[in-house]
């Protein structure tokens, strides 16, 4: 199951649980970028087309499998120790990197040697309406960070280094460990720097664990702000019942 790649500068993992549908575009705008990339899957055992997806990639991926895990930050984990790469990011199995992405975060990182990281802009893609629209994406401000996620996980790149010295995503948690890590990566590594281009695509749909586990996510949420910034800001709260409740409802 393995396709070797001379000299790769990205590492990427890509989780993937039931997602056949989107997973040939994902794998694609990974392996079409201009950086040389390892791209490592791993399947949670789906019983949808999944695995044919793979193994139609197979030759151009640097390892996959297929079997039963220990979840989404676990195998994202798995991926990334497997490679070697100097930067090191992930690609959730229906996102998308868009053409170029790779080259422009690795070359804000060389630009910005004390930077653990790098993130760029998104665009949302909404699959029930087909409309396209940015994520909330801000230059990084640690109080702005406790307020809301600023940073879109599909539009980012990771020093290697780095990734390291914070030991990877926290498998504990399951629905916002992106947010978590931004956190101790700044705790530990210093403020990541942002590119303002658009990198990544984020796709909505009615199967996303944000849509289907929103209280969940919230309290997640909620818990990873206080660990890390010491208190929970008022905003949280009072957007509770809407980003919980009244989004539940209308879809």
């Given at each position: 199951m393995?396709?070797l790649?001379?000299?790769?500068?990205?590492?990427?993992?890509?989780?993937?649980?039931?997602?056949?549908?989107?997973?040939?575009?994902?794998?694609?705008?990974?392996?079409?970028?201009d950086?040389?990339?390892?791209?490592?899957?791993?399947?949670?055992?789906?019983?949808?087309?999944?695995?044919?997806?793979?193994?139609?990639?197979?030759?151009?991926?640097?390892?996959?499998r297929?079997?039963?895990?220990?979840?989404?930050?676990?195998?994202?984990?798995?991926?990334?120790?497997r490679?070697?790469?100097?930067?090191?990011?992930?690609?959730?199995?229906?996102?998308?990197?868009?053409?170029?992405?790779l080259?422009?975060?690795?070359s804000?990182l060389?630009?910005?040697?004390?930077?653990?990281?790098?993130y760029?802009?998104?665009?949302?893609?909404v699959?029930?309406t087909?409309?396209?629209?940015?994520?909330?994406v801000?230059?990084?401000?640690?109080?702005?960070?406790?307020?809301?996620?600023?940073?879109?996980?599909?539009?980012?790149?990771?020093?290697?280094?780095?990734w390291?010295?914070?030991?990877?995503?926290?498998?504990?948690?399951?629905?916002?460990?992106d947010?978590?890590?931004?956190?101790?990566?700044?705790?530990?590594?210093?403020?990541?720097?942002f590119v303002?281009?658009?990198?990544?695509?984020?796709r909505e749909h009615?199967g996303?664990?944000t849509r289907?586990?929103?209280?969940?996510?919230?309290?997640?949420?909620?818990?990873v702000?206080?660990?890390?910034?010491?208190?929970?800001?008022?905003?949280?709260?009072?957007?509770?019942?809407?980003?919980?409740?009244?989004?539940a409802?209308t879809?």
């Amino acid at each position: 199951m393995t396709a070797l790649r001379d000299h790769p500068a990205v590492t990427i993992a890509v989780p993937s649980f039931n997602q056949g549908r989107y997973l040939g575009a994902a794998l694609e705008s990974a392996l079409d970028q201009d950086v040389a990339a390892e791209v490592f899957v791993a399947d949670g055992g789906s019983g949808d087309d999944s695995l044919a997806v793979i193994e139609r990639f197979a030759p151009r991926l640097a390892g996959w499998r297929s079997h039963a895990d220990r979840g989404q930050a676990a195998a994202i984990n798995e991926c990334i120790a497997r490679g070697s790469a100097p930067y090191v990011c992930w690609l959730n199995s229906d996102d998308l990197l868009l053409p170029d992405a790779l080259a422009t975060l690795v070359s804000a990182l060389q630009a910005a040697p004390a930077a653990p990281m790098a993130y760029a802009r998104a665009w949302n893609l909404v699959e029930a309406t087909g409309r396209r629209e940015p994520v909330w994406v801000e230059p990084f401000d640690e109080r702005r960070l406790a307020l809301r996620c600023i940073v879109s996980q599909p539009a980012t790149l990771i020093r290697r280094s780095a990734w390291e010295a914070v030991g990877g995503l926290d498998e504990s948690l399951h629905m916002v460990m992106d947010y978590d890590l931004w956190w101790r990566l700044y705790r530990h590594c210093g403020a990541p720097c942002f590119v303002d281009a658009v990198t990544g695509v984020n796709r909505e749909h009615a199967g996303t664990k944000t849509r289907r586990h929103r209280a969940r996510h919230y309290r997640e949420a909620i818990a990873v702000v206080r660990r890390h910034y010491g208190r929970v800001p008022l905003k949280w709260w009072l957007y509770q019942p809407y980003a919980v409740w009244f989004k539940a409802l209308t879809g």
